[in-house]
């Protein structure tokens, strides 16, 4: 769930994957030894709701809209997606309006 800024958290991924760590033990989720995947697919999804809210707010679509098509293309990929992305979406839509 995105709490605050969604590319401060994307650029905070980058600096934690400069970090010399051999395993991490997340809040949610099975122990991760291939952390660097771990972080590259969730800064993937972070990318693509950022992408497609931008996107969303240029073209005029509404937050109603965005929250059911934002990152579509990651819904597979994620088990709490339906419920997450919709939240996600809400948090940005109107942070992402003033930029």
């Known amino acids: 769930m995105v709490e605050g800024d969604i590319k401060g958290l994307i650029a905070a991924i980058d600096t934690l994957k400069t970090y010399p760590v051999k395993q991490v033990v997340p ?34 679509e509404s937050m109603e809209h965005a929250m059911s098509n934002a990152a579509a293309s990651e819904r597979d990929k994620w088990l709490l997606f339906d419920i997450a992305n919709r939240r996600n979406v809400n948090t940005i839509f109107t942070a992402l309006e003033w930029e």
């Open 27 to 60: 809040g949610h989720g099975p122990v991760a030894k291939d952390w660097i995947t771990a972080l590259n697919n969730e800064q993937r999804y972070l990318n693509a709701v950022l992408t497609d809210v931008r996107a969303a707010i240029k073209t005029g």
